[in-house]
């Protein structure tokens, strides 16, 4: 067996595979030079430089497996790789400790002022008056995700006596009082937290998180730290904010866009920079190469990987059954995300019908990945879907009925959180994914990856019309409507298919109009 290493890693990871395989370290290869030699290996090793396209993919006619030595996989085209067999791995705890304690010492850098005052000695000049710090004793930190990184971050800011916040929807709050942390909103957070250290990783939902309308919530004291993704923060209103005297300081690690040699960023005072340097550790380096290693020599071993970030295997005579309803078990988990609200404490998976009596490891895997998409970073498979639930205290059950009273099979996702609990249940008509149940609700929409507006109201005569006003007002065309209701001038919930999101101003209007109780755009 061949392994290419087609960006530099620790030497011992090397090592590791070289075991049971010959491996080639040719770094700085294009995609070209990629396409012509991949054919010949079993697995490929990279870190951040080498970007593994489809063509790449395509021609690696004997890949297996293709390992991250780091965290994110935005550098290979996952698609591509699922769409070809081969499995995608990571090491997602490598740099842990590296990056928890990089966010730590950039707040501690921010408090004291240390880059400024190292800068200005250096300069011939002595100015303690200038570089007047605060102690971060007793005060609140508040952490946005609190995964593998966050936890590590909460654990030290723990030692320095302070107060701890965080916001993370997929961690339970005993999990979080294990950390002695409170959870709460995005809304406390911003508003009580004196510093602020984000954890997230980089999506549709989490670009510019942090905006102009969440800077003016925050105390004018406040410093922010983001070293998990750059575009998390909108770098004009940062700065603005912090010229404008709304925030102490800010310290960036990450950028939009890197390697990043200008930004508006470096031209404030009030802001530490850094070359994205939370994983630049020796220890981290060394940790990132040999948990990827390892899973190389598993699986070119016939043994599964650790940390599988693609689609996991399923044998071809339960694919056959299986396969259609995997799409809508992540669907159910992606439509439950965007409906529930409060932190996550139980889910209950029940699956009626024939497919109750196969492996049903892939559906929850994909269930609990539709579950985490939108918000975290880890990507669900089967043989991680358990120890991630564990992981974040989410206590997962699972019911089978060989019977399905109106359909061939059905999965309902039941989840329980800390405000409420929330059901939804789908199964697979005319070849299509088909939504059919919200709670107590029976609807059927296909999501085919347009906007949904879900309305949960009082049935009475004119609300319709009431919305169809506001989203006519946007020039937001409605291209079908469903409505379903527990009796008339009762609950109801009527489902609007958009053919453009409405914008918040649009939401917050119909979220007035009387005996709408609540409103959310989803787009499935």
Same mark, same amino acid.
């Given at each position: 067996?061949?392994?290419?290493?087609?960006?530099?890693?620790?030497?011992?990871?090397?090592?590791?595979?070289?075991?049971?395989?010959?491996?080639?370290?040719?770094?700085?290869?294009?995609?070209?030079?990629?396409?012509?030699?991949?054919?010949?290996?079993?697995?490929?090793?990279?870190?951040?430089?080498?970007?593994?396209?489809?063509?790449?993919?395509?021609?690696?006619?004997?890949?297996?497996?293709?390992?991250?030595?780091?965290?994110?996989?935005?550098?290979?085209?996952?698609?591509?790789?699922?769409?070809?067999?081969?499995?995608?791995?990571?090491?997602?705890?490598?740099?842990?400790?590296?990056?928890?304690?990089?966010?730590?010492?950039?707040?501690?850098?921010?408090?004291?002022?240390?880059?400024?005052?190292?800068?200005?000695?250096?300069?011939?000049?002595?100015?303690?008056?200038?570089?007047?710090?605060?102690?971060?004793?007793?005060?609140?930190?508040?952490?946005?995700?609190?995964?593998?990184?966050?936890?590590?971050?909460?654990?030290?800011?723990?030692?320095?006596?302070?107060?701890?916040?965080?916001?993370?929807?997929?961690?339970?709050?005993?999990?979080?009082?294990?950390?002695?942390?409170?959870?709460?909103?995005?809304?406390?957070?911003?508003?009580?937290?004196?510093?602020?250290?984000?954890?997230?990783?980089?999506?549709?939902?989490?670009?510019?998180?942090?905006?102009?309308?969440?800077?003016?919530?925050?105390?004018?004291?406040?410093? #922010? /730290?983001?070293?998990?993704?750059? @575009?998390?923060?909108?770098? +004009? %209103?940062? =700065?603005? &904010?912090?010229? *404008?005297?709304?925030?102490?300081?800010?310290?960036?690690?990450?950028?939009?866009?890197?390697?990043?040699?200008?930004?508006?960023?470096?031209?404030?005072?009030? #802001? /530490?920079?850094?070359?994205?340097? @939370?994983?630049?550790?020796? +220890? %981290?380096? =060394?940790? &990132?190469?040999? *948990?990827?290693?390892?899973?190389?020599?598993?699986?070119?071993?016939?043994?599964?990987?650790?940390?599988?970030?693609?689609?996991?295997?399923?044998?071809?005579?339960?694919?056959?059954?299986?396969?259609?309803?995997?799409?809508?078990?992540?669907?159910?988990?992606?439509?439950?995300?965007?409906?529930?609200?409060?932190?996550?404490?139980?889910?209950?998976?029940?699956?009626?019908?024939?497919?109750?009596?196969?492996?049903?490891?892939?559906?929850?895997?994909?269930?609990?990945?539709?579950?985490?998409?939108?918000?975290?970073?880890?990507?669900?498979?089967?043989?991680?879907?358990?120890?991630?639930?564990?992981?974040?205290?989410?206590?997962?059950?699972?019911?089978?009925?060989?019977?399905?009273?109106?359909?061939?099979?059905?999965?309902?996702?039941?989840?329980?959180?800390?405000?409420?609990?929330?059901?939804?249940?789908?199964?697979?008509?005319?070849?299509?994914?088909?939504?059919?149940?919200?709670?107590?609700?029976?609807?059927?929409?296909?999501?085919?990856?347009?906007?949904?507006?879900?309305?949960?109201?009082?049935?009475?005569?004119?609300?319709?019309?009431?919305?169809?006003?506001?989203?006519?007002?946007?020039?937001?065309?409605?291209?079908?409507?469903?409505?379903?209701?527990?009796?008339?001038?009762?609950?109801?919930?009527?489902?609007?298919?958009?053919?453009?999101?409405?914008?918040?101003?649009?939401?917050?209007?119909?979220?007035?109009?009387?005996?709408?109780?609540?409103?959310?755009?989803?787009?499935?």
């Amino acid at each position: 067996m061949k392994v290419l290493v087609a960006d530099p890693i620790a030497q011992d990871g090397i090592d590791i595979m070289s075991r049971i395989a010959e491996v080639d370290v040719k770094t700085k290869l294009g995609e070209d030079q990629l396409v012509e030699i991949i054919g010949d290996y079993d697995a490929m090793v990279v870190r951040s430089q080498t970007q593994v396209t489809a063509n790449i993919i395509n021609a690696g006619k004997k890949l297996v497996i293709i390992g991250r030595a780091g965290v994110g996989v935005d550098n290979i085209d996952v698609n591509a790789a699922t769409e070809c067999g081969i499995i995608v791995a990571n090491a997602p705890t490598g740099n842990t400790v590296s990056a928890a304690e990089h966010a730590i010492a950039l707040m501690l850098s921010l408090a004291r002022h240390i880059p400024q005052a190292n800068y200005s000695l250096k300069s011939g000049q002595w100015k303690r008056a200038d570089f007047m710090g605060t102690e971060v004793k007793n005060k609140t930190l508040g952490i946005i995700g609190l995964g593998n990184i966050g936890r590590e971050v909460a654990r030290r800011a723990k030692g320095l006596e302070m107060k701890i916040l965080a916001y993370d929807p997929f961690v339970s709050e005993e999990r979080a009082g294990q950390l002695q942390t409170e959870m709460v909103s995005l809304e406390t957070l911003y508003r009580e937290s004196d510093f602020i250290t984000l954890h997230t990783p980089l999506t549709d939902t989490t670009r510019n998180m942090i905006d102009t309308q969440q800077l003016e919530t925050m105390k004018p004291t406040t410093r #922010i /730290i983001n070293a998990a993704r750059g @575009g998390l923060i909108n770098e +004009e %209103a940062l =700065v603005k &904010a912090l010229n *404008e005297g709304k925030l102490a300081g800010a310290a960036i690690d990450v950028f939009c866009k890197e390697p990043c040699t200008q930004s508006i960023l470096f031209s404030c005072d009030k #802001i /530490i920079v850094t070359p994205h340097l @939370g994983a630049s550790t020796a +220890e %981290a380096q =060394v940790l &990132a190469a040999t *948990e990827v290693c390892h899973q190389i020599v598993d699986v070119l071993g016939g043994q599964p990987a650790r940390y599988a970030v693609n689609a996991p295997f399923v044998s071809a005579e339960a694919m056959s059954v299986l396969g259609p309803y995997m799409k809508v078990a992540k669907i159910v988990g992606q439509l439950t995300s965007y409906l529930g609200e409060g932190n996550l404490r139980k889910i209950k998976i029940k699956y009626n019908g024939e497919i109750s009596s196969y492996n049903t490891n892939a559906l929850k895997a994909s269930i609990l990945g539709g579950l985490l998409d939108r918000l975290s970073e880890e990507r669900v498979n089967m043989v991680n879907a358990n120890s991630i639930a564990s992981r974040r205290g989410i206590q997962v059950i699972e019911e089978k009925e060989n019977t399905c009273e109106n359909f061939a099979n059905l999965i309902t996702l039941d989840v329980e959180t800390s405000q409420g609990n929330i059901s939804v249940a789908g199964t697979v008509l005319r070849g299509e994914p088909h939504i059919v149940k919200v709670d107590q609700f029976w609807i059927d929409i296909v999501p085919t990856g347009r906007y949904f507006l879900f309305s949960d109201h009082r049935d009475r005569p004119g609300l319709i019309g009431a919305v169809g006003q506001i989203t006519g007002e946007a020039d937001v065309n409605v291209s079908h409507m469903y409505l379903s209701r527990e009796k008339p001038r009762g609950r109801a919930l009527m489902i609007m298919a958009l053919d453009e999101p409405l914008t918040d101003e649009y939401l917050q209007k119909i979220s007035k109009v009387p005996d709408v109780h609540n409103v959310k755009l989803v787009q499935l």
